[in-house]
């Protein structure tokens, strides 16, 4: 196992421009989550009774979730925190919630078969972030096969052609086929012709809650059944924009499917990106993956120390 997409010391430029984009795609993040938050409070004097609740207030707004919230806020009146204070403590809480979920590094296994399974409900993002995943993994040498699982709509494999043609990858494509099919094809094809990669891109309708979660579920039969072990991450495709919504989706896509990360998309202009706080708090998933915009190079790797400072600074 290694870091695919680790970064060389000469990238040092291309980070620290890196980081001012993503700085800039969570500036409303920062300020819902910290400067709301630390503004409550100032000076050097113990937070009162009623900072903490306006403090409580801001932190669910923010969309840490009402539990994570709750829990903060009761360690600040136990440790008699003061105003000024309470940022350092702000940065150390989230970082401890990052580092329990567990490492934010994509799993890639050399030399063998790595299948990505991506889900998450419609417009979250699943598509563009297959992708710009493809893009990267192309980029780096890899035979990338992308399979077009979702076949409710057949505008979602046109758009999945379009991503692979532009990242030069290949593709399975049956035009309303059982996608449980699509992906048995998919696998038969990258055994024969030797593939790095499998991308499986998936449906999302949460309308039908039963009939997507068999799907789902029959897909990872398939996988289980024809390319044991080499399912490297099962990934759920959240919109950062959901806030709360978020957290429940992710429940219902656990209970289906035996998570490994979340990507959060659309991170960009949104001012809900604490929702992958909660995520790891509450589910201990990490995330791997951001998106912070449309194009090929708007997908980022995790990366706890930059996100944190990102909103912190
Ligand atoms: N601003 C922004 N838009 C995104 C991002 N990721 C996806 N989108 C847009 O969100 C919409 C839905 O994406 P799509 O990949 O089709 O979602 P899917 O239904 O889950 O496959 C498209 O218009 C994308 O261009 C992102 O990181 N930032
Ligand atoms: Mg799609």
Redesign the pocket.
């Known amino acids: 196992m290694f870091n695919f997409f680790k970064k060389k010391d000469e990238d040092k430029n291309i980070i620290s421009s890196g980081f001012e984009a993503l700085k800039s795609a969570l500036s409303k993040t920062s300020k819902a989550l910290i400067d709301n938050v630390v503004d409550i409070a100032s000076g050097n004097e113990e937070i009162d009774e009623f900072a903490l609740d306006d403090i409580e207030t801001m932190l669910i707004k923010a969309d840490l979730g009402v539990d994570l919230s709750v829990e903060l806020v009761e360690k600040i009146k136990e440790k008699k925190l003061k105003s000024n204070e309470l940022k350092g403590f702000l940065k150390e809480e989230f970082e401890n919630i990052l580092n329990i979920a567990g490492s934010n590094e994509l799993v890639y296994n050399d030399g063998s078969l790595n299948i990505y399974f991506v889900a998450g409900v419609n417009g979250a993002g699943?598509?563009t972030l297959i992708g710009k995943l493809a893009k990267r993994f192309k980029d780096s040498g890899k035979k990338v096969l992308l399979a077009a699982g979702?076949t409710f709509r057949a505008a979602?494999e046109e758009?999945l052609e379009i991503w692979a043609k532009r990242a030069n990858a290949d593709i399975v494509r049956r035009d309303k086929a059982d996608s449980a099919s699509v992906v048995y094809e998919a696998i038969e094809r990258a055994k024969k012709e030797d593939f790095d990669i499998i991308i499986i891109?998936t449906a999302g309708r949460l309308q039908n809650k039963f009939n997507l979660i068999e799907e789902l579920k029959k897909i990872k039969n398939v996988i289980d059944k024809n390319a044991p072990g080499a399912l490297s991450e099962c990934i759920l495709v959240l919109d950062a924009n959901l806030g709360q919504n978020g957290l429940s989706q992710a429940k219902v896509f656990k209970e289906a499917l035996n998570l490994t990360s979340v990507a959060i998309t659309k991170l960009d202009g949104s001012a809900k990106g604490g929702i992958i706080f909660a995520i790891a708090k509450e589910f201990a998933l990490p995330a791997k993956l951001i998106g912070i915009g449309e194009k090929s190079e708007d997908l980022k790797n995790f990366d706890k120390k930059e996100f944190i400072e990102a909103i912190f600074n």
């Open positions: 699943k598509t979702d979602a758009q891109d």
